[in-house]
């Protein structure tokens, strides 16, 4: 049975994000519920009592998020777990992340308003980059639904053996989704191996099973190019490797996929 960890700080938000993990993750998974809450700089003595109130006061809220998701949904009795950690978000998901046996991560990401250029996830980000367990980023304006269509960003390699990742195959194969999987080149090297008739999907796998379609762009802004064949493709969620590969290194290493986790205003579910 799957092992969700779903960082809380009980804003609406933060809801979101665990009403879409039940929604794509369902019953026959377990959840875990985590505030990290931080203590301010005191004096050893206040310090402990600070942070006894401050766990006390966190573990109320979780068992009260606990609540409501059971009321709304009794199937998921014995299935919620909440922890209280001391420190940071991206801290207190690494600490459990030591001591626990998650499978994935789904947490909110909030967007900001007028002229900033960084727009939303700078803890989703950090946490894409740190962990090695796929994260779900839920952006605050998401849809509560299982996604139809999940853009995959692939490398050549992906294309050549005609296969998905691990971790994309299994959710793909739970909610029944269309993969489009877009493969962003640099201008000028529409040519280069993975494009070519003799490679794209001629691997052992030719990704069988998996309802898809395969695109490929020319572009030397990856993100640019991604977030607008999202929009021209009613595209739901968008799915993103983060390790380093030669030319997939430049094209979706880890700086690229935090990017988007800073832009997409859809679901980005990152994995190595």
Same mark, same amino acid.
């Given at each position: 049975?799957?092992?969700?960890?779903?960082?809380?700080?009980?804003?609406?938000?933060?809801?979101?994000?665990?009403?879409?993990?039940?929604?794509?993750?369902?019953? /026959?998974?377990?959840?875990?519920?985590?505030?990290?809450?931080?203590?301010?700089?005191?004096?050893?003595?206040?310090?402990?009592?600070?942070?006894?109130?401050?766990?006390?006061?966190?573990?109320?809220?979780?068992?009260?998020?606990?609540?409501?998701?059971?009321?709304?949904?009794?199937?998921?009795?014995?299935?919620?777990?909440?922890?209280?950690?001391?420190?940071?978000?991206?801290?207190?998901?690494?600490?459990?992340?030591?001591?626990?046996?998650?499978?994935?991560?789904?947490?909110?990401?909030?967007?900001?308003?007028?002229?900033?250029?960084?727009?939303?996830?700078?803890?989703?980000?950090?946490?894409?980059?740190?962990?090695?367990?796929?994260?779900?980023?839920?952006?605050?304006?998401?849809?509560?639904?299982?996604?139809?269509?999940?853009?995959?960003?692939?490398?050549?390699?992906?294309?050549?053996?005609?296969?998905?990742?691990?971790?994309?195959?299994?959710?793909?194969?739970?909610?029944?989704?269309?993969?489009?999987?877009?493969?962003?080149?640099?201008?000028?090297?529409?040519?280069?191996?993975?494009?070519?008739?003799?490679?794209?999907?001629?691997?052992?796998?030719?990704?069988?099973?998996?309802? !898809?379609?395969?695109?490929?762009?020319?572009?030397? /802004?990856?993100?640019?190019?991604?977030?607008?064949?999202?929009?021209?493709?009613?595209?739901?969620?968008?799915?993103?490797?983060?390790?380093? !590969?030669?030319?997939?290194?430049?094209?979706?290493?880890?700086?690229?996929?935090?990017?988007?986790?800073?832009?997409?205003?859809?679901?980005?579910?990152?994995?190595?």
């Amino acid at each position: 049975m799957p092992n969700i960890l779903i960082p809380t700080d009980f804003s609406d938000n933060a809801n979101k994000a665990i009403s879409y993990a039940v929604s794509l993750f369902g019953t /026959d998974s377990n959840y875990t519920l985590v505030n990290g809450f931080e203590v301010p700089h005191s004096g050893a003595t206040m310090l402990i009592s600070i942070a006894d109130i401050l766990e006390k006061d966190a573990l109320q809220l979780l068992n009260d998020s606990k609540g409501s998701l059971i009321s709304n949904i009794p199937a998921l009795v014995g299935k919620v777990d909440v922890r209280a950690v001391m420190g940071s978000p991206d801290v207190a998901i690494k600490k459990l992340l030591a001591t626990g046996d998650f499978d994935t991560i789904v947490m909110g990401t909030k967007g900001a308003t007028g002229v900033k250029e960084v727009l939303i996830g700078s803890v989703a980000a950090n946490v894409i980059g740190e962990v090695t367990i796929p994260v779900i980023a839920v952006p605050e304006d998401t849809k509560v639904e299982s996604p139809k269509k999940i853009l995959f960003a692939a490398d050549d390699q992906c294309l050549i053996e005609g296969k998905l990742p691990e971790a994309l195959q299994t959710l793909v194969s739970k909610i029944d989704a269309e993969v489009l999987i877009v493969n962003v080149v640099p201008e000028g090297e529409g040519g280069h191996a993975g494009s070519s008739n003799e490679q794209k999907g001629r691997g052992s796998g030719a990704f069988e099973g998996v309802k !898809h379609s395969i695109h490929y762009i020319e572009s030397n /802004d990856v993100n640019g190019a991604i977030e607008e064949f999202i929009e021209c493709n009613d595209v739901h969620m968008v799915a993103m490797v983060t390790r380093k !590969h030669d030319l997939f290194s430049r094209l979706f290493g880890r700086s690229n996929t935090k990017a988007m986790a800073m832009h997409t205003h859809i679901p980005l579910f990152a994995f190595h």
